[in-house]
């Protein structure tokens, strides 16, 4: 099997398999028992908190462990509005992940204004609306740093230069770039991240929030993570995650050259081979790991399939839960047709993935793709 869709989750890093078992042996208190046993679970926590935090260099207490990205933007957006009650407007833009425009849609049936801001036709969202739309009751700008279906990257230091300026919150969702690009702190409220992208396991993910921001939790309950997140904390998951984000850390240079070197010689190959496809947002900064390619006059679907039964792991932005596929929201919003939209296909390269399954899956699609060609 060629693994290419890393955007969508990884593989977990042997180092984090081969210490869950002693983990789970040896830190299996509640880490909030007073005894010895529930101590040394707290300071395997407290421990991987404070490391996490010297890699994003803020301090340990602005960092909230919840179990995934999509409860840590969640608690970032329903948590902020809940606490700034004054104030009822958010700006965000209509590439975002789906786990931040449904919390939104939620807050929009409780009467809060949601504006866009305008992307142009590579994903780069537009500076000049971005001013205009914010206004006095303006709360909160949420705008994610790479994009999950095409890696398009926004300029953050400037976005978050406007809202210092104006004096409103900013938010990004940093989930798929955390750890391949930096986050200009400075300018930066909220952030989140989640496990799963970086070689860590599933259900465990992390919330950044500046100190002096006031969040109002979502889930109540016992008071853990300073009462932002009710729940027995794992100490197993929580230094999983400091596994991978010291990993990736102290090899940055070397994974981050190896998945350039994937993402160009992938886009290369396939473009000498297949002239007609297009390379979704060829020219502009994006992720080094994702390549969303547009195979004109194919169902994505149908292309999906046909790599699978050739052992080629892959996936499209299109959602597909009642049987007929929906377009990409992302792709529409960059100006994408539906057809256009319903041929993408995302590939997203990983720090095990090699050149030689480059190679071969670069040959496979482009036999597959002149198979199909034939039948549309
Ligand atoms: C950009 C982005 N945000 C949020 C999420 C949600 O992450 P999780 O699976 O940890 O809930 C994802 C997952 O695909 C994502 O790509």
């Given at each position: 099997m060629i693994y290419f869709d890393n955007a969508a989750t990884s593989p977990v890093l042997p180092e984090i398999l081969d210490s869950l078992k002693t983990l789970y042996k040896d830190y299996y208190a509640n880490p909030s028992s007073i005894h010895k046993e529930g101590q040394k679970a707290r300071n395997l926590i407290e421990k991987s908190r404070y490391g996490i935090s010297q890699y994003i260099g803020c301090n340990a207490d602005e960092i909230i462990f919840t179990s995934c990205a999509t409860e840590s933007n969640n608690l970032a957006i329903i948590g902020l509005a809940e606490s700034y009650p004054e104030k009822n407007h958010i700006i965000t833009t209509q590439i975002e992940h789906k786990s931040v425009l449904m919390p939104l849609k939620y807050l929009s049936s409780k009467g809060y204004k949601i504006d866009f801001v305008k992307v142009d036709k590579n994903g780069v969202i537009d500076l000049d609306h971005l001013k205009s739309l914010i206004n006095s009751k303006t709360l909160l700008v949420c705008i994610i740093?790479?994009?999950?279906?095409?890696?398009v990257l926004q300029d953050l230091e400037s976005i978050g230069k406007i809202c210092k300026e104006k004096e409103v919150l900013f938010f990004t969702d940093a989930v798929q770039s955390f750890c391949k690009e930096d986050i200009p702190l400075q300018y930066i409220d909220m952030f989140s991240i989640s496990g799963h992208k970086i070689n860590a396991p599933k259900s465990i993910g992390m919330l950044y929030k500046k100190e002096g921001i006031k969040l109002t939790p979502i889930i109540f309950g016992g008071g853990q993570e300073r009462g932002l997140r009710s729940g027995t904390e794992s100490p197993q998951l929580i230094h999983s995650l400091f596994i991978a984000v010291d990993y990736w850390n102290k090899n940055k240079d070397k994974l981050l050259n190896h998945l350039k070197y994937l993402h160009s010689s992938f886009e290369e190959k396939l473009t000498q081979n297949i002239q007609e496809i297009e390379i979704v947002s060829k020219d502009v900064k994006r992720l080094p790991n994702i390549s969303n390619i547009i195979f004109p006059k194919i169902d994505a679907q149908s292309l999906i399939m046909a790599l699978d039964t050739e052992g080629i792991a892959v996936s499209s932005g299109s959602a597909c839960s009642s049987g007929t596929p929906t377009p990409s929201h992302v792709l529409k919003a960059y100006g994408y047709t539906d057809k256009q939209a319903l041929s993408s296909i995302r590939f997203s390269f990983g720090i095990f993935n090699t050149d030689k399954e480059v190679e071969a899956a670069v040959e496979k699609i482009t036999n597959i793709y002149k198979e199909l060609r034939t039948f549309f």
């Open positions: 740093q790479g994009n999950n279906e095409t890696g």
